[in-house]
């Protein structure tokens, strides 16, 4: 059942008031049938009993001679009269329906006749049709059946209605009725009106629905082009109350995060500055000493800090990097990037991959995968690298041929500084940063980074970047 439900908050309201607007309809149309059936049955019920009424008047008030043409005339193809010397049918039931309409009968005749009888059939008076009772007499008189009882009770089930009413010359007046089926088509106009307001409720449904989610929508799309580094105008605060203070709310978080990003670039940029200038004296000093053993280790020392201090603020200047984000194919960036470390002499392979467009920064995230490549080759002697699309994701592997690292330091190893100098090498290099920039690049564009150990030897890292 979830999966047939709609998933939009769009499609979810829709569903919701068609719903409701289906379930009211159905109620609306069965409380209506009801009272048009009610209605229809009194009214039919009112003309059998004043035409039994009339004709009953007459037939006192005209020779017996002309009874068999005023029964012709009287009758119908719903509405029979017969004359007879006994009653139509033995008895009457215990029906207080019947009791009402027979004291109807009775307000309706001149004078109350000496015996009245009324009988409603058994069933709806919409199953019923003077055809219908043609046809049971039919079977009855052709069974020969004379079980006064059961013809009686087939008579019933096909007539709505019987009277018989004595008349003042000791013989009976018969009337059988049954009310006939609805013409055909008689609910088109009701299913009609049920669809064409359903059409009109979905019409304003979907324009409202639009109205109220299109700013919801932006609002997404802008806060997940946020949070990959994309430069976002301000919002249009329109829509619903609560829309619009979300909107606002969105607004006044991303002004005051790229003030703060912009003040901390600053800051890093004096840094960077102040930084650079002692490192700079101290060795112009250091190249005075005369000692030469002491003068290559404070060059040395000098050398380590300069790189050490240009790492953390590469590091810290990824996090608060304002590159524009542009379309860029991954596999072809992937491909440069193999062939130019390949050009300086590190083993790296990039397989030919399908064309993945992906917006991204570029130069930002060429450095992650850099970084990730050369980590390979530096532990791992070679790099290989996939791209592959996996649902709305682009998927990186870097695979290499090294001793891997233990799955309990998988985490650990992202943090800045760290180098595992139990499973990577510990005379190869590096300051334990290049995990911790490529994670905050990636992560920097809406996607994750994650390490495995391969089956047959090395470790496999792979990068998920959202497409589109």
């Not at 609805?182 to 106009?189: D, I, N, T």
């Not at 992937?334 to 392979?349: E, I």
């Amino acid at each position: 059942m979830k999966r047939l439900l709609p998933r939009t908050l769009a499609g979810q309201l829709i569903a919701l008031l068609l719903g409701a607007l289906v379930v009211t309809q159905a109620v609306a149309a069965l409380v209506f049938i009801g009272e048009r059936h009610r209605t229809i049955r009194n009214v039919v019920n009112e003309q059998v009993l004043q035409r039994t009424a009339g004709l009953a008047r007459l037939v006192h008030r005209t020779p017996a001679g002309a009874h068999d043409a005023l029964l012709r005339s009287a009758s119908s193809p719903f509405l029979r009269f017969s004359i007879g010397d006994a009653p139509g049918f033995a008895s009457d039931p215990d029906d207080p329906a019947a009791e009402d309409l027979r004291d109807r009968l009775r307000a309706l005749l001149d004078a109350p006749p000496a015996e009245l009888r009324l009988v409603l059939a058994e069933h709806d008076w919409w199953d019923g049709a003077w055809q219908t009772f043609r046809r049971y007499e039919r079977r009855a008189r052709h069974r020969g059946d004379d079980d006064h009882e059961r013809r009686e009770r087939a008579v019933r089930r096909a007539a709505g209605m019987q009277i018989a009413l004595a008349l003042p010359d000791g013989r009976w007046l018969n009337a059988r009725a049954a009310a006939p089926r609805p013409p055909r088509g008689w609910g088109l106009y009701g299913l009609f009106t049920l669809a064409l307001a359903a059409a009109l409720v979905v019409v304003i449904v979907i324009v409202s629905v639009r109205r109220i989610t299109r700013p919801m929508e932006r609002l997404a799309g802008a806060a997940e082009a946020f949070g990959r580094g994309a430069e976002t105008p301000p919002l249009p605060e329109t829509g619903p109350a609560e829309v619009r203070r979300a909107t606002v709310a969105f607004n006044v978080m991303r002004e005051r995060i790229e003030r703060f990003v912009q003040d901390r670039t600053r800051m890093l940029a004096a840094i960077s500055h102040d930084l650079r200038t002692p490192i700079s004296s101290l060795r112009i000093r250091a190249e005075f000493v005369e000692d030469e053993s002491l003068r290559a280790k404070m060059l040395e020392s000098l050398e380590e800090m300069q790189r050490m201090t240009e790492e953390t603020l590469a590091f810290l200047r990824e996090e608060s990097s304002t590159e524009p984000t542009r379309a860029v194919d991954l596999s072809a960036l992937v491909s440069s990037l193999a062939d130019d470390l390949a050009d300086l002499g590190q083993d790296v392979t990039a397989a030919d991959g399908p064309p993945l467009v992906c917006r991204c920064r570029t130069a930002a995230l060429k450095r992650a995968l850099t970084n990730l490549a050369t980590n390979a080759v530096r532990y791992g002697k070679r790099a290989r690298i996939e791209v592959a699309r996996e649902g709305g994701d682009a998927v990186v592997t870097v695979d290499d041929d090294g001793p891997g690292i233990p799955p309990e330091d998988f985490e650990r190893v992202f943090e800045p500084f760290v180098r595992l100098e139990g499973s990577r090498n510990a005379e190869t290099g590096g300051l334990g940063l290049g995990l911790a920039i490529a994670r905050s690049i990636v992560r920097g564009h809406g996607g994750e980074i994650a390490l495995a150990n391969r089956a047959e030897g090395g470790l496999r890292v792979q990068v998920r970047l959202p497409l589109g």
